[in-house]
């Protein structure tokens, strides 16, 4: 039953590919923001924790359009960028994009309730012991926010496996080059006799993403057992 063709194969491996670039470029960005929404004080801050949650609450199509008419080859920013030999429309790349934007309201808000959750008197000690601020993120923040980062990570991860909406409008549905795994098996299930292989791409699908969330699940654990022990 789950003896998969080259095509699906293919939906499988660009699937993984996407999702792990998507998760990989929002990290740090994301810690940055959920940082500043946790920690700062500034003008225009609920704009800003709006236009980070603003791909929660807008139809998934809608976002893929905004994509495309800032990035795409005639774009905002994608004429400029296509001089340049970067192009994210009909392109893998673009499916990376289309999922970190859909995922990182999801990556900021875990990580942004994990650092307000870290107690500010172990910060304030270790400033008092003469720690710069850096180092009291890196060796005192960072440490104890460390299970949600994990959490919100694996969250737009998983997110980026089941997007399909925004990736679709921004990037079609090309075999072997954006069909992932979502749009594999909206192509199969319009097509007579393609359910048997929609449904074995929907169970590895599902095992996917169970098994990123499993993992996630353990490494925090274990962080919040290390720590607790330390």
Same mark, same amino acid.
Request: with cysteine.
């Given at each position: 039953?789950?003896?998969?063709?080259?095509?699906?194969?293919?939906?499988?491996?660009?699937?993984?590919?996407? $999702?792990?670039? *998507?998760?990989?470029?929002?990290? =740090? !960005?994301?810690?940055?923001? &959920? #940082?500043? %929404?946790?920690?700062?004080?500034?003008?225009?801050?609920?704009?800003?924790?709006?236009?980070?949650?603003?791909?929660?609450?807008?139809?998934?199509?809608?976002?893929?359009?905004?994509?495309?008419?800032?990035?795409?080859?005639?774009?905002?920013?994608?004429?400029?960028?296509?001089?340049?030999?970067?192009?994210?429309?009909?392109?893998?790349?673009? $499916?990376?994009? *289309?999922?970190?934007?859909?995922? =990182? !309201?999801?990556?900021?808000? &875990? #990580?942004? %309730?994990?650092?307000?959750?870290?107690?500010?008197?172990?910060?304030?000690?270790?400033?008092?012991?003469?720690?710069?601020?850096?180092?009291?993120?890196?060796?005192?923040?960072?440490?104890?926010?460390?299970?949600?980062?994990?959490?919100?990570?694996?969250?737009?991860?998983?997110?980026?496996?089941?997007?399909?909406?925004?990736?679709?409008?921004?990037?079609?549905?090309?075999?072997?080059?954006?069909?992932?795994?979502?749009?594999?098996?909206?192509?199969?299930?319009?097509?007579?006799?393609?359910?048997?292989?929609?449904?074995?791409?929907?169970?590895?699908?599902?095992?996917?993403?169970?098994?990123?969330?499993?993992?996630?699940?353990?490494?925090?654990?274990?962080?919040?057992?290390?720590?607790?022990?330390?």
């Amino acid at each position: 039953m789950l003896d998969f063709t080259p095509d699906e194969w293919s939906a499988i491996g660009l699937s993984l590919k996407v $999702a792990s670039v *998507a998760t990989l470029a929002s990290l =740090f !960005p994301g810690l940055g923001i &959920a #940082m500043l %929404l946790a920690r700062g004080r500034f003008p225009g801050r609920a704009l800003l924790d709006g236009l980070v949650h603003m791909p929660l609450i807008l139809p998934p199509v809608v976002t893929g359009y905004l994509l495309l008419l800032s990035f795409g080859r005639r774009g905002t920013f994608g004429a400029a960028l296509a001089e340049v030999g970067i192009v994210f429309s009909f392109r893998w790349t673009g $499916a990376a994009l *289309a999922c970190a934007i859909m995922g =990182f !309201p999801l990556m900021v808000r &875990a #990580m942004r %309730l994990s650092i307000e959750a870290v107690d500010r008197r172990l910060e304030q000690a270790a400033a008092t012991l003469g720690a710069r601020p850096s180092a009291v993120f890196l060796t005192v923040t960072l440490p104890l926010a460390m299970p949600g980062i994990l959490a919100g990570s694996v969250l737009a991860f998983a997110k980026a496996m089941g997007e399909f909406g925004a990736t679709i409008t921004f990037v079609s549905n090309i075999p072997g080059e954006t069909q992932t795994l979502p749009s594999a098996i909206y192509s199969l299930t319009q097509v007579p006799g393609g359910e048997g292989a929609a449904l074995r791409l929907t169970l590895i699908s599902v095992a996917l993403s169970m098994a990123a969330l499993l993992v996630s699940d353990l490494l925090a654990r274990r962080l919040a057992r290390r720590l607790g022990a330390g």
